[in-house]
């Protein structure tokens, strides 16, 4: 039995009762008592029809777009339609939207909080929110419902940008999106701007056309929203901000963890990349040395086949992945190092990074020389941000970035993030550049430019154990310039130091990349060969002799034999059985005496057989 044949039979009763009842006692005032009786019992019928009209409604509503817990107290109290706006004030309604906005939804839901609230204050389930997001530059779907949510296939996002606060038909609706928008009469549009960023809010309806004066009479409801997403978007770029500060004290502290440079700018590149970090695509970086840049370390790959598949591991590493270095190939690596721009042959270049300026754009239609742009395009450098480095007002390189895979744009936003990061780093490698540089000046003999005593006496220490732990090959040679004293004597010191200087080269020229030559004093020479047996060392050694001995050197018509001329010893860990370093090095320098003492120009290595 419904509420309306209750309601009619609870009246027939009461009617009948009270007429009888004045019958009966033929009473004036019963008559008054009864009109007031059935008087409240009117109002109390209208109240529970009105009740049921409330309800009707937020079922519909609910049935369409679920209500969530943060907003359901609001839904039950605040749903304008014909009932409620007799017990319910505009301005106390829209002040219940603000604090429900502002204070109860929280920042993950404001969105679906904002559609709620609007669909319950004009009595439709059809809305839409838009966000243009700067840092993808792209206009994002970021809550929708009802009839509303077949705008996801979108057709012409950018001409969006052009509305504003406005009444669009459905056949205008249907130009910027796709979907049947036929069952809509009419759809509002509010736009509200924050920062950068831009939003829109599409109401539409199946009951009402709407116009223009929907935006005068709740001018004040628009501000409310204005308002809300202005503190929704500042919460949101400080929240952005206090990630990327994180991000940026955890690169910094690993960086400072490290001596290496290339270990220091391997972490730089790699938060640049990786998917936790800045997720650019790929990230070189060349170290500026007077009017030269030159290639010091990247992160990335060369092809789009290496890309996907090095990026699908990168994305879930985490950003400590410096302490075990990525299976990158080895080609972009190869290639950064063998690559290098002479500022003098490119002004665009070189205004870049004395101006400290950054620079963004495609590669067919940058200014930079023709030589700087073939170097690019080895990378496959197409569209790409170039920023300089700089510390202390000292430029010390050049860092270039791209998106060259997954094609995201460079926006704005994106290049400041890049620069804060930049210049949160900087300094720490500038630091490291001045202690490579104070390393090098301990470390580098000023005259031959080759590692000096002390570096030989680190390094041998180093690769000795290294050898006896791991059970590797180690050899040693030792070289000694035959009559060096007399040359001095015979041309003065002036052409020593020249003497020491082109022999030096040629020691270097017919080395290998992974042997470490040094000056151990005077004109005595060494060389450390790691993992290099006592064969090896001796057919290294007898290279540079030869190579020595064919070599036109200036003078040396003066040496007694007409010939300027060296000797050698060598000797090998495994064969020398030597239980420290000293005893190696003394191996090698019984086997550099016995080439003295027979004849010199020649190589002997540790243990002597016999003489030659």
């Known amino acids: 039995m419904n509420l309306k044949k209750i309601t009619t039979f609870i009246f027939t009763l009461f009617v009948i009762s009270n007429i009888l009842f004045i019958i009966t006692h033929y009473h004036f005032l019963l008559l008054i008592e009864f009109l007031l009786s059935f008087s409240i019992f009117i109002l109390l019928v209208y109240v529970i029809h009105s009740s049921q009209n409330i309800n009707t409604s937020i079922k519909e509503i609910t049935e369409n777009y679920p209500i969530s817990k943060t907003s359901y107290f609001f839904s039950e109290f605040s749903n304008i339609n014909k009932s409620i706006r007799k017990f319910v004030s505009q301005e106390k309604l829209f002040e219940a939207i603000h604090l429900n906005l502002t204070k109860k939804s929280t920042f993950d839901n404001y969105y679906p909080s904002l559609i709620e609230n609007i669909s319950l204050v004009f009595n439709s389930p059809h809305l839409a929110f838009l966000l243009y997001d700067p840092d993808l530059d792209q206009i994002l779907f970021v809550s929708e419902n009802g009839l509303l949510k077949k705008t996801s296939s979108q057709l012409n996002f950018r001409s969006i940008f052009s509305l504003n606060n406005q009444i669009l038909t459905p056949a205008k609706f249907s130009e910027y999106f796709e979907g049947d928008f036929s069952k809509l009469k009419g759809i509002s549009l509010i736009t509200m701007n924050s920062l950068d960023y831009k939003g829109f809010l599409f109401l539409g309806s199946t009951v009402q056309k709407f116009d223009n004066h929907i935006f005068t009479q709740y001018s004040s409801l628009i501000l409310e929203i204005q308002s809300s997403f202005n503190l929704h978007i500042n919460q949101k770029v400080l929240k952005n901000k206090i990630n990327e500060l994180n991000l940026l004290n955890k690169l910094t502290t690993l960086m400072e963890k490290h001596r290496d440079i290339d270990e220091a700018i391997h972490i730089f590149l790699t938060y640049i990349t990786a998917g936790e970090g800045l997720g650019f695509n790929r990230a070189l970086f060349f170290r500026k040395n007077k009017n030269f840049l030159f290639g010091q370390n990247s992160v990335g790959v060369l092809s789009k086949k290496e890309a996907f598949k090095i990026w699908e591991g990168l994305e879930e590493c985490p950003l400590d992945l410096y302490q075990k270095k990525p299976n990158v190939s080895s080609t972009i690596q190869s290639l950064t190092k ?94 490291f550049i001045l202690y490579n540089k104070v390393k090098e000046i301990a470390t580098v003999d000023k005259l031959t430019s080759l590692h000096n005593r002390r570096f030989f006496d680190e390094k041998l220490t180093e690769e000795f154990n290294k050898a006896q732990r791991k059970e590797l090959e180690l050899s040693l040679i030792i070289i000694d310039i035959d009559y060096f004293k007399n040359y001095n004597d015979q041309n003065g010191h002036i052409a020593g130091d020249t003497l020491l200087e082109t022999i030096s080269k040629l020691f270097l020229s017919n080395s290998r990349k992974t042997d470490f030559v040094c000056r151990y004093g005077g004109e005595e020479f060494t060389l450390i060969l790691a993992d290099t047996n006592l064969d090896g060392a001796f057919k290294l050694a007898e290279k540079i002799r030869n190579a020595v001995d064919c070599n036109v050197f200036p003078f040396e018509e003066t040496q007694p034999n007409k010939n300027l001329t060296i000797s050698l010893g060598v000797v090998s860990l495994s064969v020398s059985k030597s239980k420290t370093i000293k005893e190696l090095v003394s191996c090698a320098d019984e086997a550099l005496y016995y080439s003295k003492e027979n004849g010199r120009n020649k190589v002997t290595s540790y243990p002597i057989k016999s003489k030659t």
């Open 338 to 431: 063998s690559t290098s721009f002479n500022l003098h042959h490119d002004s665009k270049l070189k205004e870049i990074i004395s101006t400290n300026s950054i620079w963004h754009g495609d590669i067919d239609n940058c200014p930079f020389s023709e030589k700087s742009k073939k170097a690019f395009k080895k990378f496959n450098l197409k569209n790409f941000i170039l920023l300089p480095m700089s510390s202390y007002n000292e430029s010390i390189g050049l860092l270039i970035v791209d998106n060259a895979f997954d094609n995201k744009k460079l926006t704005t936003n994106r290049i400041k993030s890049l620069q804060s990061f930049s210049n949160g780093t900087s300094s720490i490698i500038h630091n």
